[in-house]
C-alpha cells in the first residue's frame, strides 16, 4: 500500500509547523474556520471525490466508528472537492455524523494533501492539528487506499497527549520554582 508520512520534500505543511488557517462552507453552507477550533485536537480527512467506493468506505467507517472518534474529544470533518450541495447529499444519503467541509477548487487540499511525488487528484490526506494549532500527523496515500479508523483516532489521542505532556511538564516547572522560593 503507497502511504506517505510527512516529508522534507513536500512545500507544504509539515509536522510541527503551524496550520494555515482556512474557512470553508460545511454542506449546511454554513462557515468552519480552522481557528475556530484552536483548544481542541481537529482531524482534517481529505478524500477526493463523494459517492466513490473508497471514499464512500472511508466516511461509512468513520460513521461507523464514530463513538469512538467522539471520545477523542477532537474536532472532526471531511474535506471534499464537492460542492456543498453534492456533500449534503452524500453526507444524507450515509447518515454521515461530521461536517463535509466544500473544497471544489481544492485550494486547502493543495495547501494539507498534496505531494511531491503524486498529482493531488490521486490521492487523499489525513491531517491532525493538535489544540495549539500546530500540526501532528500528516499522512498522504493514494487514493485507492483509506486509513484505518484505529489509525486516525491513535492520531488524534497523540495529538492530545503532546498538549497533556506539555502541560504537565509547565505544571511540573512551576511547583519546582515554587519549593525553590518557599525554602
Not at 480552522?34 to 468513520?62: I, R, W
Not at 464537492?82 to 449534503?88: D, P, V
Request: with cysteine; charged share 25%.
Amino acid at each position: 500500500m503507497a502511504i506517505w508520512q510527512d516529508s522534507d520534500q513536500n512545500p507544504t505543511v509539515k509536522i510541527g509547523t503551524a496550520a494555515p488557517d482556512f474557512v470553508l462552507d460545511t454542506e449546511r453552507g454554513k462557515k468552519w474556520r480552522l481557528s475556530d477550533h484552536l483548544g481542541d485536537v481537529t482531524a482534517l480527512l481529505f478524500y477526493p471525490k463523494n459517492e466513490t467506493l473508497v471514499c464512500t468506505k472511508q466516511m461509512c467507517a468513520v460513521r461507523n466508528y464514530w463513538a469512538d472518534y467522539l471520545e477523542t474529544k477532537a474536532s472532526i470533518v471531511g474535506i471534499s472537492s464537492g460542492t456543498s450541495a453534492e456533500n449534503l447529499h452524500f453526507s444524507k444519503n450515509h447518515g454521515l455524523p461530521l461536517p463535509i467541509l466544500e473544497d471544489n477548487d481544492r485550494k486547502i487540499t493543495r495547501i494539507y494533501g498534496s505531494h511531491w511525488l503524486v498529482p493531488i487528484q490521486f490521492t487523499r490526506a489525513i491531517v491532525v492539528v493538535d489544540a495549539k494549532g500546530f500540526i501532528r500527523h500528516r499522512q498522504i496515500m493514494l487514493r485507492a487506499f483509506r486509513p484505518t479508523d484505529k489509525s486516525v483516532i491513535a492520531s488524534i489521542y497523540a495529538a492530545r497527549t503532546d498538549l497533556i505532556y506539555e502541560n504537565f511538564a509547565h505544571l511540573l516547572k512551576e511547583s519546582k520554582e515554587r519549593n525553590k522560593r518557599l525554602l
